[in-house]
């Protein structure tokens, strides 16, 4: 299937806006571990085999489709501060003359996505617009780039045009966001961190519901931090615990021993050995894909790997519940207290077990505790069979639920939290910015390898 625009859009709504109902997220020092994470959205993102992800970082630009107006090289920008955050921001206009739909705009300020906005291809072209960002890092210059993105077709960077400006204006004493999230991990946490990772979540739709926000996410010894800025300045902040017994979340790095159960309703033409082709096509593309990205940033090691173990479990105990932890025992052998991860695929048409958490897949949570997986750690459903290469199930575990349970949420940025990061975000999330897998604090080691990590004092 190849969805279009308006499927994707909606299908990240939904499943954003089941995440945002996320017990542990808005309520200040919450536990992440309160609930269960949700999704709608996997079922709807495309099919993907190797050689589009090849495709899509191909550089496939048309220059002159997008460009800045009315700002030249060495202009300057003089900035004002918003009431809300005290964050200053400044104004530019772009103009595009593309006439193809399903685009967007996204700025980006020194490689960091400040902006991002709809493409409205119907209205009479050049299409104009103001897009308004925060310079972040205060007074100074910045190189802006604005890029046209395909998010329906090509997934790539279709055009992009940038410029260098100077920034004036900022009061003195007016915090830049990585001093205000300095603040923010000290004020909350009692944590020095001299180099937090952050980056900004923008809303492309007024329709979606999580709102816009600044963002950082640290791991630092055995908790996930997470601290958010939202646009009328209100800040929450939540925690969870990493390979713990009391807690909820794998550490994302290490090898994740995950044991795939699959539960038969017998209601659909999906075949066992059709369910595992697909398990094992995804398992294997994203092991490969950690694998390259580790050896891309000069690490001998992978950060992170699966070990996959599949059992048929045959029809379900009790239509709409979950297999405990004894009979998975008796049903297939494997003990889970023997993985890190435990996943339950049911086959099953109505889709009566993970169809109550509002998906087709949904992360639980309490995966990677040293004493081994107790219950289920993550729920997937498939409905009918002739998985496309990637876009079955398989797909939605290991490129979306178990992300979330190493604790990314959908407002987190994937990779770099550039533009070309985002427009990837089709495939995969991989957030390297926030996993740790950057050197964020710039001592040769990344963060999440880093005993002193972003920086710690
Ligand atoms: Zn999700």
């Known amino acids: 299937m190849k969805p279009n625009r308006f499927n994707l859009a909606i299908a990240i709504v939904l499943c954003a806006g089941l995440a945002c109902n996320h017990p542990g997220f808005q309520a200040p020092s919450g536990d992440r571990a309160d609930g269960p994470t949700p999704d709608a959205a996997q079922a709807t993102l495309p099919p993907d085999s190797k050689e589009t992800l090849v495709e899509a970082t191909t550089d496939t630009s048309t220059p002159g489709l997008i460009r800045f107006v009315g700002i030249a090289d060495g202009d300057t920008l003089v900035a004002s501060i918003d009431k809300a955050t005290g964050f200053p921001t400044a104004a530019v206009r772009i103009e595009s003359d593309s006439d193809v739909s399903a685009l967007s705009i996204g700025l980006d300020a020194n490689g960091l996505m400040v902006a991002h906005v ?194 048929a479990a045959g029809a379900p105990v009790s239509a709409g519940q979950f297999l405990s932890a004894d009979e998975i025992r008796s049903r297939t052998g494997y003990d889970p207290a023997s993985f890190d991860v435990t996943v339950e695929v049911d086959i099953d048409a109505a889709n009566q077990t993970v169809g109550q958490y509002g998906g087709r897949g949904v992360s639980l949570g309490g995966g990677c505790r040293p004493s081994g997986s107790g219950s289920v750690n993550i729920g997937m459903n498939a409905e009918a069979g002739g998985f496309q290469p990637g876009g079955g199930p398989g797909g939605s575990i290991f490129d979306h639920e178990l992300t979330h349970g190493m604790g990314w949420m959908h407002w987190w940025p994937n990779q770099y939290a550039d533009s070309a990061s985002w427009i990837q975000t089709y495939y995969a999330w991989d957030p390297y910015l926030f996993f740790g897998w950057t050197d964020a604090d710039g001592d040769g080691v990344i963060e999440i390898l880093d005993a002193s990590p972003y920086g710690l004092q």
């Open 118 to 311: 709809g493409y409205e291809a119907s209205a009479a072209l050049p299409y104009q617009r103001d897009v308004i960002w925060t310079p972040w890092a205060g007074n100074g210059e910045y190189e802006l780039r604005v890029s046209l993105l395909d998010w329906d077709r090509a997934h790539a960077v279709l055009s992009s045009s940038t410029v260098r400006v100077q920034v004036t204006g900022i009061p003195p004493g007016t915090p830049t966001i990585h001093e205000k999230f300095i603040q923010l991990y000290q004020q909350l946490y009692g944590l020095n961190l001299s180099a937090p990772a952050f980056a900004r979540y923008n809303k492309l739709f007024p329709e979606a519901l999580d709102d816009a926000r600044w963002i950082s996410a640290a791991y630092v010894g055995d908790s996930v931090y997470e601290i958010a800025i939202f646009d009328d300045g209100q800040v929450a902040n939540t925690t969870g615990l990493l390979n713990r017994d009391d807690g909820s979340f794998c550490r994302p790095s290490g090898t994740i021993r995950m044991l795939a159960v699959l539960v038969d309703y017998g209601n659909t033409n999906v075949t066992i050995p059709e369910l595992e082709a697909d398990l094992s096509f995804s398992l294997n593309r994203s092991n490969q894909r950690w694998e390259d990205y580790s050896r891309a940033i000069g690490l001998a090691e992978p950060i992170l790997q699966v070990e996959l173990t599949t059992a």
